[in-house]
């Protein structure tokens, strides 16, 4: 899919984009967003499915340096990514805002 | 102390160690659904495993993958959704939406026919409608056979699908008029989809998609 389609910006999109955008340069590993978001990993897993087929998310493998467990799938938001989610943030409605101010005092 | 000892003191739990990963329910689980995913979009269920390695405690990692599952069939929908839209290299979308209508004719025949059950075998003479009824359950799951075969790219369920809306739109036309029935929106609106399937599916584009591959024959000294 061709980058700067249009995503619905759910809540719980703006949570992980607020997620993502915490430490921008950092890759992050799916159960800790979850934590992070308190989105299930029902909700989440679509969401990074379909921001990365927007490409605004890079992923990657990581091998894992204990033997026998396998390779983690981290993520992170691409340059467009990033000014794609502070635009989306910055335009949120006010619940959502408190939603997300929420979430960053929980970190 | 090793995994399974601790578990049964009910120490705090630990992730689950790679040797027991194979019996564990969450993991099995979620395996079994990765196996139903399209090849292209595993990689999401691998994820999910992967996750689920350092996920302490079995209800914790059972509502892990519990929650996964049905986000892998969320993903599994809008990719069949965007094939279905985009048209992946084989499939025109017209040809899903077609496959789809006749779907949703069996579906509607058939919830037609299990609405009319009660009322036909709670009567004293219900084995007289034994057949008849058996034959209409035939007659209604031809569309699904049709939309089957057009979902498998068939050409033969073309045929039978541009053969099917003609008689469909035939028939609706015979009754109208032979009924003297008014012209209203419901007749028109089938005639009118009937005729743009038929429409659709004799378009070049579908009719060289539904075309099999040639065969290239050599001869052995060739």
């Known amino acids: ?107 | 102390m090793n995994w399974h000892a601790k578990r049964l003191r009910g120490g705090a739990e630990e992730p689950l160690p790679p040797a027991r990963r194979k019996l564990d329910l969450a993991f099995v689980f979620l395996r079994g659904c990765r196996a139903w995913l399209p090849a292209h979009k595993r990689n999401w269920a691998d994820a999910m495993l992967s996750e689920l390695a350092v996920i302490a405690g079995l209800r914790p990692r059972l509502r892990w993958a519990w929650s996964g599952s049905l986000g892998l069939g969320k993903i599994w929908a809008r990719s069949l959704l965007n094939d279905a839209i985009r048209g992946d290299q084989d499939r025109r979308w017209v040809v899903t939406m077609v496959a789809l209508y006749h779907a949703g004719f069996t579906a509607v025949l058939l919830g037609a026919l299990a609405w009319q059950a009660p009322v036909i075998f709670g009567r004293p003479s219900w084995s007289e409608a034994v057949l008849p009824f058996l034959c209409m359950l035939f007659v209604a799951m031809l569309p699904a056979v049709i939309a089957l075969g057009l979902w498998l790219m068939d050409d033969a369920a073309r045929l039978l699908a541009i053969f099917f809306s003609l008689a469909h739109a035939l028939g609706d036309y015979a009754w109208i008029t032979a009924q003297h029935r008014a012209w209203g929106p419901r007749p028109v609106t089938r005639m009118v989809l009937d005729l743009a399937m038929i429409a659709a599916l004799l378009l070049p584009s579908v009719k060289k998609a539904f075309r099999p591959p040639q065969l290239h024959l050599r001869l052995r000294d060739e």
């Open chain 1, 1 to 107: 899919m061709t980058m700067g389609f249009r995503l619905r910006t759910s809540k719980q999109t703006l949570s992980l984009l607020a997620a993502l955008l915490h430490g921008p340069a950092q890759w992050r590993y799916g159960y800790d967003l979850s934590r992070e978001t308190g989105l299930k990993s029902g909700t989440l897993y679509p969401i990074l499915a379909r921001l990365e087929e927007g490409k605004w998310l890079e992923t990657r493998w990581e091998e894992s340096p204990e033997a026998g467990r396998p390779p983690r799938h981290l993520y992170r938001l691409s340059r467009a990514g990033r000014s794609w989610a502070k635009q989306e943030l910055a335009s949120a409605p006010a619940t959502a805002l408190r939603l997300l101010t929420a979430i960053r005092k929980m970190t």
